[in-house]
């Protein structure tokens, strides 16, 4: 059983890391775009340079998280990796078959609403969550 | 494609735990290996096969065979 003990490395260790700090790379993603948002109006009275500044930080904390969710996936085992793909590919298809739609919805004064594109973005999030879940169900 | 895993595992004594910590999968990785959801990679199924001692042929059979 120690054959391969050399190169062994516990699993869930391994993901509880790597999803720890993509929870902290996300979490300051969101914590900057909400920043970007809603400083200009509530904290530097819509003043350039601040704006321009949280705007660039938050470019720079959204491609390093990126660059986390690369590292999660690669950190994934094979059958994690598939489950992952699968989500990722139906959130894909979500996002490009809705965003038009809602577009055109929003074009044509459809909407009673101010569509904006956090709404795609929430969808998009929800839709992975689920298919994550349902894949994740499926190999169980 | 069919495979031993569940019977060389329980004619090792091995827990699909320690199985799947050998194999550096999830223990749900292991689990679907061997109620035939999930086919592992070639890489994956040489690694099982150089821990339990055998060959690929020993582990996977093509059901086609069959």
């Keep these: 059983m120690d054959k391969l003990k050399a190169d062994s490395n516990n699993y869930p260790i391994r993901i509880a890391k790597s999803s720890l700090h993509l929870l902290r790379w996300t979490a300051a993603w969101v914590a900057t775009t909400a920043l970007a948002g809603l400083g200009p109006g509530l904290i530097w009275d819509y003043a350039t340079l601040p704006t321009i500044l949280v705007v660039l930080v938050n470019l720079g904390i959204g491609f390093r998280m990126i660059l986390q969710i690369k590292r999660y996936v690669q950190a994934l085992d094979e059958l994690g990796q598939k489950i992952f793909l699968n989500a990722a590919s139906i959130t894909l298809g979500v996002g490009i078959v809705c965003g038009p739609s809602y577009t055109l919805l929003a074009s044509q004064k459809l909407l009673s609403f101010q569509p904006e594109i956090g709404h795609l973005i929430m969808l998009m999030a929800l839709t992975f969550v689920a298919a994550n879940y349902a894949g994740t169900r499926k190999y169980r | ?66």
């Design chain 2, 1 to 66: 494609m069919k495979n031993r895993f569940k019977v060389l595992r329980a004619e090792r004594d091995w827990t699909q735990a320690q199985l799947a910590d050998e194999l550096r999968v999830s223990r749900q990785t292991v689990n679907a290996i061997e109620t035939g959801k999930f086919d592992p990679s070639l890489k994956l199924a040489f690694k099982a096969a150089r821990l339990f001692e055998l060959g690929i042929e020993d582990i996977f059979q093509d059901e086609a065979a069959f």
